[in-house]
């Protein structure tokens, strides 16, 4: 069976720094507004006050979630390529050649994470290509290796669920059930642990939204 790389994230330890944002535009150089990775703050619950005026928190719950390119085994955006600009390595990795690609934006559509976008200084679609440059030198992802906490990991899939058993590959606030088989495996908040609890993400829409880059900021 082919190799496929991907990530572990422990919501539970993740602090929401940005440090894997900030290290990763520096590594590719990345312009004010465009990123590869984002952190989500997903939070949710509410206060009741009880007869003699207390306030009481009522399921409340908040967690980081760090999403970049989920290399997914399925991958949709390299599917929607109509240049094959978009491919996949051997080991998983799903990248898309600058030289090839025409900035159609078709995968910027069909990525069910956000994660490729269209990029107002190379006019091109860009997105994570998991540092292939340095796994090919040996070396993890700067995301991984800049994370102050340990908690974003790297390594071949099948070794990630085997020592996180119970991480399942989606996690609210990303998309229920995408169908691209991805690659990236979240630890069950222990807050909100078998994900029924229903929040809002509390990101101002400019860090999150990749079409405005020039009045984003990281």
């Known amino acids: 069976m082919a190799t496929q790389y991907g990530f572990y994230a422990n919501t539970n330890e993740c602090m ?7 290290s990763c535009k520096d590594k590719n ?6 990123k590869f990775r984002r952190v989500y ?5 509410s206060w009741s006050v009880d007869e003699n005026g207390v306030m009481n928190a ?8 760090t999403s970049g390119c989920h290399h997914c085994a399925n991958p949709s955006c390299m599917e929607g390529c109509p240049v094959s600009a978009i491919q996949k390595r051997e080991d998983g990795i799903v990248w898309i050649d600058q030289d090839l690609c025409v900035g159609c934006g078709y995968c910027v559509e069909a990525c069910p994470f956000n994660a490729p976008y269209k990029s107002t200084t190379t006019y091109t679609s860009r997105k994570c290509d998991l540092c292939k440059d340095l796994i ?3 070396e993890k992802p700067v ?5 102050q906490i340990r908690c974003l990991e790297f390594g071949k899939l099948e070794d990630l669920k085997a020592a996180h058993p119970d991480a399942v590959d989606v996690i609210a606030p990303l998309p229920e059930n995408p169908g691209t088989s991805p690659s990236t495996l979240y630890s069950r908040h222990r807050m909100n642990p078998e994900g029924k609890l229903k929040g809002e993400t509390r990101n101002a829409p400019e860090e999150i939204i990749s079409e405005t880059f020039e009045e984003t900021f990281v």
């Open 16 to 22: 929401g720094c940005r440090m894997c944002i900030i």
């Open 143 to 147: 995301c991984v290796q800049s994370c």
């Open 29 to 34: 150089n990345l312009p004010v507004g465009e």
């Open 136 to 138: 090919d030198n040996g």
């Open 58 to 65: 009522t399921d409340l719950f908040s967690y980081a979630v």
């Open 41 to 45: 703050d997903y939070s949710g619950g």
